[in-house]
């Protein structure tokens, strides 16, 4: 058996592999040489020994398991480690024993090693609850990002998203994903050392560090998290001091397989005054853009939200909200809580009139169409008709629809009367208006290349 060692430690590595990530596996594993195994001992070379320190504290158990299980039971485990290159001199260095020391007596029970290592306190995540997953609506503009955090959040520091680099304008639910991480791996994993830190924060706790002279304790601390989620990174600019040491604990905690989630306001592509050995490491992982939510994800906000508060908002004053409040989603809900306060203060019902009075309040409001000549132009545009085409009494399937079409847009998107919109439009009157608007409704809820149709035209329209 003593010749085989090569090919036992491979099958011990098979396995190593198999229980804990890449990252760990080629910093911790891949450098280690097999020399031997004689008289049921196992010998490792390794680089240091701090190597030694390290797999003995992090991976003895998982190691003893698995040499017991692919050599046999009772292998002991002995390390050498090289400390002259030249000369070939080594030293070696055994493995802690298997079995428990026996205890103390009690007169010594009070005697603490210098060497332990203490039990780590609890910290306080600094999370907010309210930002989790099951709020966090999903749409075009967040879907990348919002699965990738999920993915995080079942198996932090083993996925190929490290660090997530997450970015978009203010507003549009960069810190709301962040926290949903932070939130769902705690649920995942109690046990995981989570911390959600705004740059900001970080900064001053690095400057009061340097004053204190701890900026070993800081770094200390922050290498003893397993996931790290640092808001507004971009805050870190121009800050030579606090740039250096975060690369420090980025590395040690990318090496170590713990998870880093970053979020800024821009891509590390135009982020300026960064170093540029940080931009490279935000690069590593994962660059995901939250981008301004479309129409049906503010749509989706807000009915969630006015669902959640036991509100009662009509249909068309939330596709109103959703029309006009376009920027992000925190406008989105100042608007909701605008119109709330507005009915109730002053007993009006909750309608478009008070809706838009409320909007141009809080926001700029977003551009209106109010031309039914423009609409009924894009639509005979998209579907290659002529403008005669939809005015004629022709049934064919595609200028009807076309025509419906442009009724249902016109009604939705200007403040023409029914009559004025059919008169437009083929010189109908306003209960084929109606007619139409309700079979566009009708198809847009059944038929999804319909519906994809329509959202198209208004985005032309919009554009």
Not at 173 to 189: D, E, R, S, W
Not at 197 to 213: E, G, L
Request: net charge neutral; aromatic share 8%; charged share 25%.
């Amino acid at each position: 058996m003593s010749q085989n060692f090569q090919l036992l430690w491979d099958r011990c590595l098979k396995v190593i592999k198999d229980n804990i990530n890449e990252t760990s596996y080629n910093t911790w594993f891949a450098p280690i040489v097999p020399l031997q195994y004689e008289n049921n001992v196992f010998v490792l070379q390794v680089p240091s020994q701090f190597f030694v320190e390290y797999i003995e504290e992090k991976y003895i158990d998982l190691l003893r398991m698995t040499l017991y299980r692919e050599v046999k039971v009772g292998t002991r485990l002995e390390y050498r480690v090289l400390i002259d290159k030249s000369s070939g001199r080594e030293t070696q260095i055994p493995s802690a024993e298997e079995t428990p020391k026996p205890k103390q007596p009690a007169k010594s029970s009070a005697y603490v090693s210098p060497y332990a290592k203490p039990q780590l306190q609890e910290i306080d995540p600094q999370l907010n609850p309210a930002y989790n997953f099951n709020n966090l609506i999903e749409g075009s503009s967040n879907k990348l990002a919002r699965t990738a955090g999920i993915s995080i959040g079942n198996d932090p520091g083993k996925t190929i998203f490290n660090p997530l680099f997450v970015y978009g304008q203010s507003g549009v639910g960069k810190t709301h994903l962040a926290n949903a991480i932070g939130v769902m791996t705690k649920q995942m994993h109690p046990e995981k050392r989570v911390l959600y830190v705004p740059a900001n924060t970080f900064q001053i706790q690095y400057t009061d560090a340097v004053r204190n002279n701890t900026v070993n304790d800081f770094l200390n601390f922050y290498q003893t998290i397993d996931v790290l989620i640092l808001d507004d990174i971009q805050e870190f600019s121009g800050k030579t001091g606090t740039q250096n040491t975060f690369f420090h604990i980025f590395n040690h905690l990318h090496q170590t397989g713990k998870q880093l989630v970053l979020t800024s306001d821009r891509s590390p592509v135009v982020m300026q005054g960064m170093e540029q050995r940080l931009l490279t490491r935000f690069k590593w992982g994962l660059s995901a853009e939250i981008e301004k939510p479309d129409f049906e994800l503010r749509k989706g906000i807000l009915k969630h939200k006015i669902y959640r508060d036991g509100l009662d908002f009509p249909g068309e004053v939330v596709d109103f909200i959703a029309e006009h409040v376009t920027d992000n989603v925190r406008d989105l809900e100042g608007v909701l809580v605008s119109i709330l306060a507005h009915s109730t203060l002053t007993d009006m019902p909750i309608d478009i009139a008070l809706a838009e009075k409320t909007i141009s309040r809080v926001v700029h409001m977003a551009s209106k169409v109010t031309s039914v000549e423009k609409i009924r132009d894009v639509v005979c545009d998209y579907f290659s008709l002529s403008v005669e085409a939809i005015s004629t009494r022709s049934r064919k399937r595609e200028v009807v629809q076309a025509r419906q079409i442009a009724m249902y847009l016109s009604k939705r998107l200007t403040k023409n009367s029914l009559s004025s919109i059919g008169a437009l439009i083929g010189q109908r009157d306003h209960a084929t208006v109606l007619h139409a608007c309700k079979i566009v409704n009708d198809l847009m809820e059944i038929d999804k290349s319909f519906r994809s149709s329509v959202q198209d035209i208004e985005k032309r329209l919009k554009a």
